[in-house]
């Protein structure tokens, strides 16, 4: 059973960084576009709806869930015991995403206000630091270097 229990929350946990990661990518997108377009426009009124949903009902919940089951995996499994530095490795990157979360809010609220002050190419740059932390994250959990 406990075997079982633990493939069940390391699936769940996955699904979750899965979702969590498809925001992340996406909203910067959202906010490329959204600073194309004149504040208080039809469409700036748009970009602020789906980038509100999208951030409170997939980003967030899906954020909650990594950690909760990140960090139930971690205690279980006794896995921050010397010998796992890719674990830490991984948790300083993850550390980055959740930055990079809270930056999004804020820029989203700063929309979401018709305050942006950043530009379309500010946001095409920030919208590779997620990525580029999720390739480490990746290669760190399947090659687990040191």
């Known amino acids: 059973m406990q075997a079982e229990l633990y493939l069940w929350l390391k699936g769940l946990h996955i699904i979750a960084v899965m979702s969590w990661m498809a925001g992340m990518l996406y909203l910067p997108r959202l906010f490329v576009y959204h600073s194309r377009v004149k504040p208080g426009s039809e469409a700036s009124e748009l970009f602020k709806v789906m980038e509100r949903k999208l951030l409170r009902g997939i980003i967030n919940p899906a954020m909650i869930v990594t950690w909760i089951l990140g960090i139930w995996l971690i205690v279980r499994t006794d896995a921050l015991s010397p010998g796992n530095g890719w674990l830490h490795a991984k948790l300083t990157c993850v550390v980055g995403l ?3 979360h809270a930056m999004m809010s804020r820029y989203r609220k700063a929309f979401a206000r018709d305050q942006n002050v950043k530009s379309e190419k500010f946001f095409r740059i920030f919208n590779e630091v997620p990525a580029a932390l999720m390739v480490i994250i990746v290669l760190l959990v ?4 040191f």
């Open 98 to 100: 959740q930055i990079c």
């Open 142 to 145: 399947v090659l687990k270097p």
